[in-house]
Structure formats: C-alpha cells, structure tokens
C-alpha cells in the first residue's frame, strides 16, 4: 500500500469511529458530553491531528504535543491496548474521544486543558467521568524531553538520574522551549533573564561567550560549570555561545556539585539538553526580521524513518544574517544539528547526536569604569554604539563542530547501564582593539589571537532500583573523564591615541608577530561516583553521594617554553533530605562540596592546592497535583577556600569568599494565564584577601537584589480568539565593584519586556499551524552598563524588536 493509500485509508477509519462516537447519543457519552460544562479552555476550539493507530501510550503522547493538553494515567491501565486513528482538525475533547474509542478508558477533566484517565464500567463506551482530582505525574515529561508550558517537574541535573524536582534537595531551575521561544531568547544570557541568582552580561558579549555568574560565582567552561546533556562541553569560554534554538530545555543547578560532575566552581552548573529525536512527526519553519537589519530563518524537523518506530530522527538548523546597534559589528550564525536514534529492541537506546556551529561577528571588548559609569579623565563619556576597533582589522570568526553517541540498555527491570560520550572542536580567529585610558587620553592596542580546543569527555553508570524492607532505593555507580586541549597565541600591538567622540579609523594596527603571550593547556580529569536516593514510606527522601577525582594538568608557556604541571586528587560528597507532605509541600536541606584545580607554584616554590567550596542549603518547594505550579524558596551559605590572590608579582593562596542568599521562585499556568517570578538576595563577599582593601567589600558585578517577572494572557475570553500577550520586568540591583578608586557602585537599571502573538488558523482554518509573534526587549529603550571589574564594563543592549512567522506542521 503506497503512503497516499495508507493516508486515505486512515482518514476512512477515523470517519468511521468519528461516526461510531456520534452514533452513540443515547449512551453515557454523549450524556456526559452535553451536560458537562465548559472548561476554562473554550471546548470548541480545534486543533490538527495526525495520529496513526498504534500502542495507546505513544498515541497519547502525541495527542499531548498535538492538542497542547496534559494527560495524568496509571500507565498499567494502557499496557496492551492501542488506540484508534486520529486525522484531521477536532476540538480537542472530541479528537480524545475519537483515540479512546473501543479502548474501555473514560477522561476527567483536573483543569485546564488537563485530563486524567481511568477504566470505564462495563458498558466500554468512552465518556467523560466525574469531576476527581487524580493523582500521577505528566506521562509525556522526562527529565530530558519536552515541556509544555513553562512548569517542569523533572529533571536529571540534580542527581543524574530521572528524579522529580520536587525530590530533588537542592535547587534547581528548568528553563524551557516554550520559555526560550515566548520570550525570544538569542542567547543564554537572554534565556536565564528571569531565572533567579543568575547574573549574565548583555548579548553584545555573550555572543561569542556564556560567561554567568551563579550565586556569586563564574560559570564559563566545562570546567566552571558549562555542560550540554550533562557532560562537560567547551575547553575556552571564548569559543562561542550556544543556540538557545538547538535546546529543549535549560537548567540551572545552584551550588556546589562536584559530586556529580567533578571540577566545578562552586557556584553551580548550567546543563543545556539538546533537542532529541522524535518517533513523533514534527515540523517548524520560522522567519524572522527585525531590528538592525535582523533576518534569520529556522527550522525544526523531527519523525520516524520506519513503520515501527525502531529509527527516528531530529534536524534543528538556524541561519542568520543581521547587524548590530554597534557600526562595523555583524551577528552572523550558522547552527545545523542532526540526530538519530536507533532502538533496535525494547531494551536498547542508541542516540547519534552532533552539531555544527559557525559565529561571524565582533569582540565588544572591555570598558573602563571611567567614561561608562562616571566621566573620563577628560570629562566626557565612552558614546555607547561608537565602534572602538578598526573595521578592516577587528573579527570574531567561530567554528564549533561536536559529534557524539549515548547508549541506554535494560538489562532487567531494575538494572539499567548509560554510557555516552561527545567530542568537542572549536577553531576561533579573534582580533580585536583593546581600550583604556593613559592620563587623560584614550589609547588603542590591538590583540591578535588564534584558539584551538578541543574535548573529549566520556560517562558509564549504572542504575538499579531495589527495595529494603520499607527502603527503596536508586541506587548510581559511575564512572566519567574529561580530557581537553586549549591552544592558544596571542600577540599584540603598539599603543595609539583614538578619540571616541571623534573616531577616526584607517590605522595600521602593527602587531607584533615576534612575541607570543599564548600558551597551551593540556588536562585530563577522571572521576568515580557512587550515589544513593533512598525513599521512605513514600515521605522521606535522602541523597547520599560521594566521588573521588584525579586530576592532572600541564601549561606550557608559548614564549618561554616552561611547563607548569599539576596533579591533584580531591574527594567530594553531598547529603539531601526532603520531606514530601501530602498537601504537595517539600522541605529539603542539603550539604554539598566542590573543587577546582589551580595550575603552578605559589611565591615560595610551592604547588598551589585546589580551590575548595562547601554549601549549605535548605529551602521548600510547592507543587500542585496538576503539575502546572512550582514554587520554591531557599536559603543558603556558600563558602570558598584557598583562593588564589596575585599580590604584584607574589602568588599567594590565602583567598576567602563567602556567599549568603535567599532565592524563590514561581512558575504557573492558570487557565489562560501563564507566569514566572523570581527574587534573589545574592550577598557574595570577599572575606580574606591578600590584596589591600578586598576584605570585606562585596563581589564585582554581582547584585544584592534581583528581580524578574513574565506573564502571557490569552485573550480568547475576551472575543480575541487566537490573540495572546505577554510582558515582563527584570530589575537589577546596584553592584559593587571591588577596589574601584572612586568608589562608584554600578546602577541598579530596570528592563521591560513584551510580547504579542496570534494563531492564524483563527483566519481561515487552512492556515492551522501558523503563528505570527512580535517581541520586544528593553521595550523603554533603557541605558545601562553592566561591569564584573573596574576596567570590565560594557553597554546594554538598547531596544530590540523582532516579528517572527512560524509554522509548525
């Protein structure tokens, strides 16, 4: 039967259980149907389906990504029972109907667009049962699959297995696709603005680097805390930012969590999970345009490759072509990503994943403080959209390309091995003029670097479930490396006068080929770990984990050839109890530890120690049963060891910094209504320094206060049928900057966001699939400048508007 014949002939048997449904006006279906009242989502609106016959579980997870609905069910209430086709444009009440047909399943609703299913009596028609509130998770969620909305509930970054967030004693923030794209998210600055403790730079830097802070602390490289699918990634922040377009969702474990991951800074991790394939058929296009000349076009595809499911695919690709606010200064990017999946029975997982990644754009280099914050030497200010470089001279050209495998094997119920593993190149061509002041004049010199790096990094576990007398636990034993290469040169120019307010380009940057600043940097990290989440009378949960880690790492001077060599061990554990109370509260406390290896000798010959942190957190999270509200709150202390301190030409590691916050956070959809909410207290300070004048003063860049909300209505209520709007504020507070001589804080500045979108389909129903969406940041076009050092400040980002026509099919 050719593809044509099978479609026609599904089209054929969904008229005919369309109709077996209609026939049955006499039974409790159509009973139940008429005297049920409306929900809060307007029954009659439809949506397109396509949903083969097939195992009733998968045909309910595409009724979910199809009708934008949740479905709650035991699932040994749909083992062996199959659905009945699905075609064509139904409100969604009714395509459920049509899917359960025959199945001896009835629904409820639990609230907007939220239904839990259960057994029929014998009569085995399909209808809608009495109102009951049911208990159960989102069958569709998994801790690296999609989300509808912006509510997660699971997640794996926390304890590298699949675990509820509300079991999970430590904070975590799940930023999902549908938030990335509602809020038009190019980066990932852009994507955590309104995830509480993290601070990002403006998107004219984090173009070429996802350079955050959490909690006070830098999270830059694999070895700060970068990850992408829970493995370390890049080996050099400066290789490039990653696609917020490739992600499905973006997580944020707060604080210390070597034991999970190995070398870390404390302040926690940001895990980017990539988009995965789908058995699923899935299809976007979208176009952009928009300010500075924006153009950009991308598309999401998605599906299985046989009739049984046993191949499936997933191929993102982006291509843009824009300016800057800043003459002289592109945003180019290329971004393609295919994957593949093979499960050749149901006990095996084989996924391909890679990526390619091509950035052309411009360095926004560093400003001092004087002539930002407050009036240069020469009473006037740096102009904020004046090119610094040399247009013939400056570039940023990034070539990212990553490949990789993860395999999942059952090998019992309760017995399941994962390994994965992803090698990782990036080839970086960066010259760019450097600024500052000398006296009262504003110099240049130019920086001329080329950056190769690369990483390989590789994890095995195991996890077995198993239960004690009234203990059951998850039990993970594993085993990862992390081997990198960073090679580096770097050269640099003579200095020359430039005048900002006046500039004048055409000079011969005249580097100076003969001396080379670079250096290579060669590492290799191992680390075994053992963990154990141990659940009691379905109340009490406890996390216990250990790892220990070998280290060993060489960096070898381009100009004098001299290798400094480190070999370190370090031990790391962690402990969590949460408590789980029937009404959907969870109080948790937690103590976790990390590392970070420093690279040669102190002042007195000796090899310097790792950097060491240790946290403690307790906090309380609230979910509702629907799983459509997450609340959370939490309090902590974090404390850094031996930090390194440059004293002139003394190297001394007697640094000290302690962190000390309060964080909440809320995420919710109520009816029409969708929300997030954070506030963070964030007072991270130095308190030891060998540095005159540190103790005591608060970090560079790093706010006492912060604050971020979002909403987006629907407007169906009101007679704007397909009309959605949205808008959002992220306050951020004053922030010190450590030995700053004139003492200047950098202002608090206020950014509002918004949004409006429509449904074509609302147009005429040919148009099913369309959307038409406008957004705009920093709405009230706000100056800013944002600074993590004394002669580290840059401009923010004015007022950007984007329109953006997507269709998904």
Same mark, same amino acid.
Request: hydrophobic share 35%.
């Given at each position: 039967?050719? +593809?044509? %014949? %099978? ?24 009973? &139940? ?13 439809? &949506? ?24 709650? *069910? ?13 075609? +064509? ?45 049911? #208990? ?37 923030? $799940? ?33 070429? &680097? ?8 830098? $999270? ?48 926690? $991790? ?85 990526? @390619? ?29 004046? !090119? ?20 999942? @094997? ?40 080329? #950056? @190769? ?73 191992? +680390? ?38 480190? @070999? ?20 948790? &406390?937690?103590?976790?530890?990390? !590392? ?58 007697? +640094? ?5 916050? !309060? ?92 949004? $409006? ?37 840059? *401009? ?14």
């Amino acid at each position: 039967m050719t +593809g044509r %014949q %099978q479609a026609d002939a599904r089209r054929r048997m969904a008229g005919c259980a369309m109709a077996v449904a209609a026939a049955i006006g006499s039974t409790a279906m159509a009973t &139940a149907l008429s005297a049920w009242p409306a929900p809060a989502v307007a029954a009659d609106a439809t &949506a397109a389906f396509d949903i083969p016959a097939q195992d009733l579980n998968q045909a309910l997870l595409s009724f979910a990504d199809q009708a934008g609905w949740q479905v709650f *069910y035991d699932a040994t209430r749909v083992e062996g029972r199959r659905s009945s086709p699905l075609q +064509g444009r139904y409100p969604a009440d009714q395509a459920l109907a049509i899917l359960l047909a025959g199945t001896g399943l009835g629904w409820r609703f639990t609230g907007p667009k939220a239904v839990a299913l259960d057994t029929l009596p014998e009569t085995g028609a399909t209808e809608r049962l009495d109102p009951l509130t049911v #208990e159960g998770s989102r069958f569709r969620e998994r801790a690296d699959g999609p989300v509808i909305g912006y509510v997660a509930t699971r997640s794996a970054s926390g304890t590298r297995t699949d675990t509820p967030l509300i079991e999970t004693p430590q904070s975590v923030t $799940v930023v999902t696709a549908d938030e990335m794209v509602t809020t038009k998210a190019t980066t990932l600055s852009d994507a955590l603005g309104y995830t509480a403790s993290v601070v990002t730079m403006p998107s004219g830097f984090s173009r070429v &680097a996802d350079d955050v802070t959490i909690r006070g602390f830098n $999270v830059a490289n694999g070895n700060t805390g970068m990850l992408r699918d829970g493995m370390k990634l890049q080996s050099n922040v400066y290789d490039g930012g990653q696609e917020p377009y490739g992600l499905e969702r973006l997580e944020v474990l707060r604080g210390a969590a070597s034991v999970l991951y190995g070398q870390l800074g404390p302040g926690g $991790v940001i895990n980017a999970i990539t988009k995965q394939p789908t058995r699923d058929p899935l299809h976007e296009l979208s176009l952009d345009a928009g300010s500075n000349a924006r153009r950009q076009i991308a598309t999401d595809h998605g599906g299985a490759l046989d009739d049984d499911g046993r191949w499936s695919y997933r191929l993102t690709a982006l291509y843009r072509d824009s300016d800057t606010w800043v003459d002289h200064i592109q945003d180019d990017k290329l971004y393609i990503a295919p994957a593949l999946r093979f499960d050749p029975d149901d006990d095996t997982r084989i996924t391909l994943l890679a990526s @390619h990644q091509e950035i052309r754009s411009g360095f926004a280099a560093p400003l001092p403080a004087a002539g930002t914050l407050y009036a240069g030497p020469d009473g006037q200010f740096i102009p904020a959209d004046t !090119f610094l470089g040399e247009p013939d001279y400056d570039t940023f050209e990034s070539t990212v390309d990553t490949i990789g495998y993860r395999i999942e @094997h059952d090998l019992s119920p309760d017995l399941r091995l994962r390994h994965g593993l992803r090698y990782y190149r990036a080839d970086v061509t960066w010259d760019y003029m450097q600024v500052g002041w000398s006296g009262s004049s504003f110099i240049r010199r130019a920086s001329d670097r080329e #950056e @190769h790096s690369t990483g390989l990094t590789a994890d095995t576990s195991v996890e077995y479930t198993t239960s004690t007398g009234p203990l059951d636990h998850t039990l993970l034993g594993g085993v990862d490396i992390y081997r990198q290469l960073y090679d580096t040169d770097r050269y640099r120019g003579g200095f020359s006068l430039f005048d900002p307010n006046n500039p004048v380009y055409g000079t011969d940057p005249a580097v100076d080929f003969t001396t080379n600043r670079g250096s290579r940097t060669e590492s290799d990290q191992l +680390g075994i770990y053992l963990q154990d989440q141990v659940k009691i009378d379905d109340h009490w949960v406890v996390v216990l984990g250990g790892r220990y880690d070998w280290l060993r790492s060489d960096v070898t001077s381009a100009s004098s050839g001299v290798t400094d060599a480190s @070999h370190e061990n370090a031990f790391t554990g962690r402990a969590g109890l949460v408590y789980l109370f029937d009404n959907g509260l969870a109080p948790y &406390a937690s103590f976790s530890q990390s !590392f970070s290896a420093n690279a040669g000798t102190s002042s007195d010959g000796a090899p310097l120690s790792p950097t060491t942190g240790e946290q403690i957190e307790i906090g309380l999270r609230y979910q509702l049963p629907d799983g459509d509200t997450m609340l959370s709150a939490a309090v902590y202390e974090l404390v850094q060891e031996d930090v390194v301190n440059y004293v002139g030409s003394d190297v001394v590691q007697t +640094g000290r910094v302690r962190s000390r916050g !309060f964080e909440a956070e809320a995420r919710t959809r109520i009816g029409a209504l969708a929300v997030i909410a954070s506030y963070a207290y964030t007072d991270a300070r130095i308190t030891e320094s060998a540095v005159a004048g540190e103790t005591g003063q608060r970090r560079s860049g790093i706010p006492l206060h912060a604050f971020g909300l979002w909403g987006d209505y629907g407007l169906d209520g009101f007679g704007l049928r397909g009309v959605r709007v949205g808008g959002g504020a992220r306050y951020v507070g004053a922030a010190n900057l450590v030995n700053e001589d004139t003492g200047a804080d950098v202002p608090s500045h206020t950014l509002y966001d918004a949004m $409006v979108s429509f449904d074509l389909a609302e147009l005429s129903p040919s148009l099913a699939g369309a959307e038409l969406r406008f957004n705009a940041r920093n709405l009230t076009d706000e100056d800013y400048v944002v600074c993590n050092a004394p002669d580290g400040c840059r *401009y923010g980002d004015p007022r950007t508007m984007t329109g953006t026509i997507s269709y998904r099919w």
